[in-house]
């Protein structure tokens, strides 16, 4: 089996480097500046306890790699890139090739199943940041992440626990999961604080920001009929599996909005809980507001903690 990494920034580049040092055979697509730094001086990962440049081949477009029968894609850019993203990849590698999500939200799996034959889930539980152009850290050893695995919808079979396994020897831990999605809406819960921290840093208001914003996406869930995981579930499959060992500024969102690229995910994690609460006929005035303002930051390139907890509390009771 090949593993072809698709977007190599934080979480996809850490993945790639891991699978690399382990003997795993890797390409890795990336793009830009990244992708010109991996091209000329190669992938260096970072973690807490060494540095490494790892020679991880990389291309900037799926049409520039021979495709085999053996490839599997580890999806990993962020939501609002997959749709571009897999219609070059269907073009370039046909609709038969396994598509695996490696990324935050639920959407991504249903746009990758408009284009695949088979289509895989992975919770993501891998703190990671992507530093500059050409280096990735993984802040947690010596686990690097947790990485569950299954068919979407639901399922398992031989590719599911091939991956798993490829991961599992590259100091991940990856358990196949029948309902991956269980696993993917809990996560989702959870990333839904994602904006308060890039948008209002920390503190009191921000952790009651954030509290009311997942309290409101389980009940958006419940409503709507979709099962997710449990607290307790969940906190039992981290435990103290994960060490983060290396500071990092912030997640997911808090990177992109440093990064300034313009975009978030944030239509994707509180905009799927709008999309939810409209569809079936209740409220989410927490995550539609978070939605919004993490856009609108987004758009004006405003750099994190530029807003106020208390304000956009405020604007939630209004």
């Given amino acids: 089996m090949r593993i072809v990494v698709f977007g190599a920034g934080a979480v996809g580049g850490v993945i790639a480097g891991r699978l690399l040092e382990h003997g795993g055979d890797v390409v890795a697509i990336a793009r830009g500046a990244h992708y010109e730094a991996m091209r000329d001086r190669g992938l260096r990962l970072v973690d807490p306890d060494r540095e490494a440049t790892l020679s991880v081949p990389v291309v900037d477009d799926p049409a520039r790699i021979e495709w085999r029968a053996d490839d599997v894609v580890l999806a990993a850019m962020k939501t609002q ?148 995981a449990s607290v307790e579930e969940d906190r039992e499959r981290r435990g103290d599996r994960l060490t983060p060992r290396l500071e990092r500024g912030g997640g997911s969102t808090w990177q992109s909005l440093q990064r300034g690229m313009g975009s978030l995910e944030a239509d994707y994690l509180n905009g799927e809980i709008a999309l939810l609460a409209r569809r079936h006929g209740v409220d989410s005035p927490v995550n539609a507001r978070l939605q919004w303002a993490a856009n609108d930051a987004a758009r004006r390139k405003l750099p994190p903690g530029s807003l106020a907890a208390s304000d956009l509390l405020r604007g939630v009771a209004s």
């Fill in 81 to 228: 890139d997959s749709t571009a993203a897999f219609d070059a990849l269907v073009a370039a590698a046909g609709p038969d090739v396994p598509v695996v999500c490696v990324q935050n939200g639920v959407e991504n799996e249903r746009i990758a199943l408009r284009r695949f034959a088979r289509v895989y889930g992975i919770c993501v539980m891998l703190p990671a940041e992507h530093l500059e152009p050409g280096v990735v850290a993984a802040a947690s050893a010596p686990v690097s992440g947790l990485l569950d695995i299954g068919r979407y919808p639901t399922g398992l079979d031989d590719g599911a626990r091939e991956v798993a396994a490829a991961l599992s020897g590259a100091t991940f831990e990856s358990v196949p999961r029948p309902e991956i999605m269980r696993w993917k809406y809990r996560k989702l819960i959870m990333n839904l604080a994602n904006a308060v921290e890039a948008l209002c840093g920390s503190g009191d208001d921000a952790d009651e920001l954030g509290r009311l914003a997942r309290r409101e996406g389980s009940a958006v869930l419940r409503a709507a009929g979709i099962d997710f």
